[in-house]
Structure formats: structure tokens, C-alpha cells
Nanobody, 123 residues
Framework: VQLQASGGGLVQSGGSLRLICAASGRTFSAYSMGWFRQAPGKEREFVVGVTRGDGYTYYADSVKGRFTISRDNAKNTVDLQMNSLKPEDTAVYYC?????????????????WGKGTQVTVSS
């Protein structure tokens, strides 16, 4: 599967952005999906995920209550709605797909990665 993330940009603290990950292929529904991010000088970290099948969602503590992930298997998309953004949310955001892990949280769980999209939150 090929993944393409879009929707990043520059926003003020407290603002909102919506990222979209578009996937190619006919088996999108078979993958658990996740968003990861990498801030300058830091390792890439898990942000949020949605499972294949029942669509269970799970979040990193740092974004709970502010970010919402959703998937549309008919459109082969995974959206990330980010509200109440903070400067510490500034990072390159990546969408990724896992074929084998039901609730992936680790980079090693993911089989496919899209190119990142930059999110910059100014204070």
C-alpha cells in the first residue's frame, strides 16, 4: 500500500489543523493505521492509531482530548483532526500502516510509511 499525507501547515497556538492520509490499494481495510511524528532533534514517536476491523482508536497521552483519528475504508483515508494545538506539537507527521499488529504503537510494527507533512505551531 502507498500512503500520502497532506494537510500540514503553520498555525497559531490554540488553533486547529486536519491531516489526511490517502492510501492506494484495495486492501486498506486490512491494515491498522497510525500517525507518528518527529520533532527536530527527537526520535519519531507514536501519536494516534486506529485498528483494522472494529476501528478501535487509541492515543498517546500527550494528545488525548485534543486529537481525533478517523478512518473511511470506502475512501481509503485516515484523518487526524488536531485541535488546541501547542508549540510542542510542532513536528513532521507521518501516517503508517501495519499489516500484522492490531494496535501498533512502535515504528517496528509498521510496514508502510508515507512521506511526512510538516506541522508548525507558533506561540
Amino acid at each position: 500500500v502507498q500512503l500520502q499525507a497532506s494537510g500540514g501547515g503553520l498555525v497559531q497556538s490554540g488553533g486547529s489543523l486536519r491531516l489526511i492520509c490517502a492510501a492506494s490499494g484495495r486492501t486498506f481495510s486490512a491494515y491498522s493505521m497510525g500517525w507518528f511524528r518527529q520533532a527536530p532533534g527527537k526520535e519519531r514517536e507514536f501519536v494516534v492509531g486506529v485498528t483494522r476491523g472494529d476501528g478501535y482508536t487509541y492515543y498517546a497521552d500527550s494528545v488525548k482530548g485534543r486529537f481525533t483519528i478517523s478512518r473511511d475504508n470506502a475512501k481509503n483515508t485516515v484523518d487526524l483532526q488536531m485541535n488546541s494545538l501547542k508549540p510542542e506539537d510542532t513536528a513532521v507527521y507521518y501516517c503508517a500502516a501495519s499489516a500484522g499488529t492490531y494496535r501498533p504503537r512502535l515504528e517496528g510494527n509498521m510496514n508502510y510509511w508515507g512521506k511526512g507533512t510538516q506541522v508548525t505551531v507558533s506561540s
